[in-house]
C-alpha cells in the first residue's frame, strides 16, 4: 500500500511517499481503507521532533490522526463493529496515522460516519470536533444565555466551537480577520471582531462568562483575556505551550485543554451534521502524495481552513 511516512525527525521534506505492507488488525484492532485523514497543526509538531516527551512515537512514523473509511478486517474480540461499515475516529497519537490507503484503529475510537457528508470529507471533524466540544462543554461547562469570547474563530475548530455554543444557546462573540470574516458569520456568530484593527479589551465592553483561545497570541495579550471574564468564569486555552491564565482573587479558572478521542462525543457531533445543525466545511482536498508539500505550507503559515488528504483508490 501507499503511505507517507518519515524515517527522522526534522522539517517536512523528511516525509516521504513509499510503499509498505499492508498491516494486520491484532486483538481489537480493525483494519480501515483510508477514505481520508487530514492535516492537523500537532501532525508538524510531531514530525519535526517537538513532542518527543508527551507523544513518543516510533520510527519509522506514520502521521494522520483524524481517519475517515471503511472497515475491511477485523482483529480478534471485536464487536460491535462489522466489515464494511464507515467509520470515523481520532486515532491514538503515538501509534500509526492514517496518511496511507490503509491504517489499524483501536474498535473503541470508532463511530459509524455520518450519512449526510461525502465519507472523505468526514475526517475534517474528529480532532477539531473534539477540540471545540470538549473546550467549550467538558471543561467551560457552557450553558444557554452566557456570553462567549472565541479568540482565533476562523480557524478549524473555531468553526465547530461557534457552531456549538450557538446551538448551546450562547451568545457568541467571535475574533476573526476580514478573510475569514463571512465564514465566521455563517457560522452563527453574534459579533465578529477584527482582530487586525481592534483590541479584544477594548472591543469587549462587557464581560464574558467563557474565553476559548484559540490563537497563537503573544504571553501578554494572553494574559489580558483574563480581564474580560466575569468572576467565577473560566479561560479555555488551547496553545499548550503557554499556560492559561488564572485570577485566584476573583476565581478566574484557566484550564489548558489536551483534546482527547472520545468516540461517544463524536458520535453526538455526527448526529448533529446528519440532522443539519453543524457544518463540516473542508477548504482543500489534497492527494496523499502532496501531504510533504501540504506539510512546508503549513509551516509557512500559508494553509488556511481545514485540509483532507486524500489516498489512492488504487
Known amino acids: 500500500m501507499k ?9 517536512p521534506d523528511v516525509l516521504r511517499y513509499e510503499d509498505v505492507e499492508q498491516p494486520v488488525p491484532g486483538a481489537g484492532e480493525v483494519r480501515i481503507r483510508v477514505a481520508a485523514t487530514s492535516f492537523n497543526s500537532v501532525d508538524g509538531n510531531i514530525r519535526g521532533g517537538f513532542m518527543r516527551g508527551p507523544i513518543p512515537v516510533e520510527l519509522p512514523h506514520t502521521p494522520g490522526i483524524d481517519v475517515a473509511g471503511t ?3 477485523l482483529g480478534e474480540g471485536v464487536d460491535g463493529v462489522a466489515v464494511g461499515d464507515d467509520v470515523i475516529g481520532f486515532l491514538p497519537m503515538d501509534g500509526d496515522g492514517a496518511a496511507a490507503q490503509y491504517v489499524l484503529a483501536p474498535a473503541e475510537v ?5 450519512k449526510s457528508v461525502p465519507l472523505a470529507d468526514a475526517a475534517a471533524l474528529p480532532v477539531v470536533g473534539l477540540t471545540a466540544w470538549q473546550a467549550l462543554f467538558d ?3 457552557l450553558t444557554a444565555g452566557q456570553r462567549v469570547l472565541i479568540n482565533g474563530a476562523g480557524g478549524a475548530v ?10 448551546a444557546e450562547a451568545h457568541v462573540i467571535a475574533t476573526a480577520s476580514p478573510r475569514s470574516r463571512e465564514a465566521v458569520t455563517s457560522a452563527g456568530a453574534d459579533e465578529v471582531i477584527d482582530h487586525t484593527t481592534t483590541g ?6 462587557e464581560p464574558v462568562d467563557v474565553v476559548l483561545n484559540l490563537a497563537p497570541v503573544d504571553p501578554a495579550e494572553l494574559a489580558a483575556l483574563v480581564t474580560l471574564v466575569r468572576p467565577g468564569g473560566v479561560v479555555v486555552n488551547t496553545t499548550v505551550w503557554m499556560p492559561a491564565p488564572t485570577d485566584e482573587e476573583r476565581g478566574v479558572r484557566g484550564i489548558d485543554l489536551y483534546v482527547r478521542s472520545d468516540a461517544d462525543q463524536l458520535s453526538r457531533l455526527v448526529a448533529l451534521i446528519d440532522s443539519g445543525q453543524l457544518r463540516v466545511d473542508v477548504a ?20 488556511h481552513g481545514k ?8
Not at 470508532?110 to 455520518?114: E, M
Not at 496523499?288 to 508539500?293: D, G, Q, S, V
Open 3 to 11: 503511505v507517507v511516512r518519515f524515517h527522522e525527525y526534522g522539517d
Open 71 to 73: 472497515v475491511d478486517a
Open 110 to 114: 470508532l463511530t459509524p460516519a455520518p
Open 139 to 141: 471543561h467551560a461547562g
Open 158 to 167: 473555531g468553526g465547530y466551537a461557534v457552531q456549538l455554543a450557538k446551538g
Open 200 to 205: 479584544l479589551t477594548a472591543a469587549v465592553t
Open 284 to 303: 482543500e482536498r489534497v492527494p496523499l502524495a502532496e501531504l510533504p508539500a501540504l506539510h512546508a505550507r503549513a509551516a509557512e503559515g500559508a494553509v
Open 307 to 314: 485540509v483532507v488528504v486524500v489516498p489512492p483508490t488504487a
